[in-house]
């Protein structure tokens, strides 16, 4: 063995001591025909080599710990926004692969910090405000980027929408006077009516009627200075974001009354108060002092005549002085609030142009979830965004043919649908010439793509039959203007599951894809479409409903405005202690295009 070269076994063997003893010696080998160094020379090297490797390799070890404290939290956090960035894809087939990453809409790329390069108003005329976390709700100051509203909100609205923030940030969960207002409850004793009075919103029906129920029971709330909370329902938090700054809408799970529980025939039922003469008989139920620590509002599906008295002013009166109502509803009757005169004025103020009250106030409640919003993008991105026009079809089957066949596929409803957007000019009518589809081909090849006008038709339906038939149709008969008309569906279910998140996150992706449409072809009497219509801020053409398998004539009619249709409106006028039409008292507040007893806000001024 040469001195100077220590053998393998030298020390414990490892390599931390050995390389920095190599890199030592090897230095300082001998040129050719050297003498070798004295024998104690050599030790004594040997001896300063181990100590420079023993310290270099402590200073090592060191270091390396003090890398991993510096890595660990960053190596977290990294995780955890890889976690928050990587949402799951909704929709059962694959997303296919694009080019880039670029949001074709602004050609900027989708990121999650704002940019001064994208001109689009991400608060929406003020109905947002900032300071809420977007890594963990993108959808919030994005979806304008996707969407532009025709409507400004009022400048009373956005100070109205300020104080409420503040208000459930005040009294809302966790604080000091929700933990006292829930003992009370808990306990059945009155409570005396303070800054601090609570609407609970019982959620149960589909996500169309959801969005509808909570956008009415949020009105009500603001025009009464109500706390609104909404049922901890297993799906509202999949499906939404928090709204309210600083708080949250959901109730506690400790909430001390059993919804479960409430129904119709439910004593605490307003209702039931009433026909039980539980105020004492007195026909004028503002000045009743014996008011109970609660009530419940039964607004649900077929609801009585005493449960519809909520909606005249000596009963909002009473009601004012209840700290809590529980309410069970799954309509939009929004509606039926501006016919009690109390809120009228109010109303106005907020709402200038009326017909614009799911609009902006749906805007700035509902926010979809990273997993609704990343599949929303995606889709739009993938299918939608390049197209010179988009075209919204939103389907809904109420034939039946047998119990296995409830969706269709029905001939009549897809002649519904073709006339409707053919003779409205929303879709282009096709060319009936035989061998016209090969001639259209070949003059598209030779003209190249720079000619290539695109139309994407977004169809939403259980079924798939109506969205194949009509890429069909346009496949074998192209449009007489040679525009290219590509049909896109992202789900079909078959049938709808309202108590499966799954399937919930899939509509309301659907919902807010139609609501990016330029126009919407919508089914009469669906919440759904009304949702979707909304949120786009357009009047929609609606598709009337056919009777006994035969299309009606005409198709479809274009709608008064862009409200919903509240369909188990009240026809009791309160002032004349009688039924009246109550479409035909106040201008704005109209008979449903859809729906004949139904009533919607329109944005006029004279019957």
């Given amino acids: 063995m040469v001195m100077g070269r220590p053998s393998n076994s030298y020390g414990s063997g490892g390599d931390e001591e050995r390389l920095p003893l190599r890199g030592v010696l090897e230095t300082q080998q001998r040129a050719p025909g050297t003498p070798p160094p004295p024998a104690h020379h050599a030790a004594e090297q040997l001896k300063e080599a181990r100590r420079g490797g023993s310290r270099l390799w402590r200073a090592s070890v060191r270091a390396g710990l003090l890398l991993c404290l510096l890595t660990v939290p960053a190596v977290l956090l990294l995780l955890r926004w890889q976690a928050d960035s990587s949402p799951q894809w909704v929709f059962d087939f694959e997303a296919p692969e694009e080019d880039d990453d670029q949001d074709i809409q602004d050609d900027m790329s989708d990121d999650l910090s704002p940019s001064p390069q994208i001109a689009y108003d991400r608060l929406l005329g003020g109905l947002l405000v900032e300071g809420f976390d977007e890594i963990s709700c993108r959808s919030r100051y994005q979806f304008a980027r996707y969407h532009s509203s025709p409507s400004i909100p009022s400048p009373y609205l956005i100070e109205r929408l300020r104080k409420q923030e503040a208000l459930q940030k005040k009294c809302g969960p966790g604080t000091k006077a929700y933990k006292e207002a829930s003992k009370q409850l808990k306990s059945g004793q009155s409570i005396n009516v303070t800054d601090c009075n609570y609407l609970f919103l019982i959620i149960h029906a589909g996500l169309g009627n959801r969005m509808l129920e909570i956008t009415s029971a949020f009105l009500y709330a603001l025009l009464t200075n109500r706390i609104l909370l909404v049922d901890r329902y297993k799906e509202i938090a999949d499906l939404f974001c928090e709204p309210f700054p600083g708080t949250s809408w959901l109730v506690p799970s400790d909430f001390p009354l059993n919804n479960d529980e409430f129904s119709q025939s439910s004593p605490e039922s307003y209702g039931n108060m009433l026909q039980n003469s539980v105020f004492g008989g007195n026909t004028d139920r503002s000045l009743a ?83 609704v919003w990343y599949s929303v993008t995606k889709y739009f991105r993938s299918y939608l965004a390049k197209a010179e026009k988009r075209v919204g079809i939103q389907i809904r089957i109420y034939e039946t043919k047998g119990i296995l066949q409830r969706n269709g596929p029905f001939p009549h409803i897809l002649n519904q649908i073709l006339s409707c957007a053919q003779n409205e000019k929303l879709l282009p009518e096709v060319s009936m010439a035989e061998g016209a589809a090969a001639e259209t081909q070949n003059n598209r090849t030779a003209a190249g793509t720079q000619n290539n006008r695109t139309i994407a038709v977004l169809t939403t339906s259980l079924s798939s039959w109506y969205s194949d038939q009509i890429q069909k149709k346009y496949d074998e008969q192209p449009s007489v203007d040679g525009i290219t008309v590509r049909v896109f569906q992202p789900s079909h279910e078959e ?113």
């Fill in 495 to 607: 049938y709808q599951r309202s108590r499966n998140k799954k399937h919930n996150m899939k509509a309301l992706a659907e919902i807010y894809l139609l609501s990016m449409s330029d126009v919407l072809i919508t089914s009469g009497f669906s919440t759904f479409g009304y949702a979707a219509q909304g949120l786009a801020g357009l009047k929609p053409w609606i598709m009337f409903r056919s009777e006994n398998h035969v299309m009606p004539d005409p198709p479809c009619g274009r709608a008064m405005s862009i409200e919903p249709c509240f369909h188990q409106a009240p026809s009791y006028d309160c002032k004349a202690k009688k039924d009246a039409d109550l479409g035909k008292v106040v201008p704005y507040v109209r008979h449903c295009e859809d729906v004949s007893w139904g009533l919607k806000i329109v944005n006029q001024t004279h019957l």
């Fill in 289 to 371: 002092g014996n008011r109970p620590p609660y009530v419940y509002l039964h607004l649900d599906g077929i609801y009585g005549f005493h449960d519809k008295l909520f909606f005249c002013e000596d009963d909002q009166q009473f009601l004012q002085g209840v700290s809590w109502l529980i309410m069970r509803t799954d309509m939009y009757f929004v509606p039926s609030l501006f016919l009690i005169p109390a809120f009228q004025d109010e109303l106005s103020r907020l709402f200038p142009e009326k017909d614009t009250v799911f609009h902006h106030l749906a805007r700035y409640l509902f926010h979809p979830t990273n997993n």
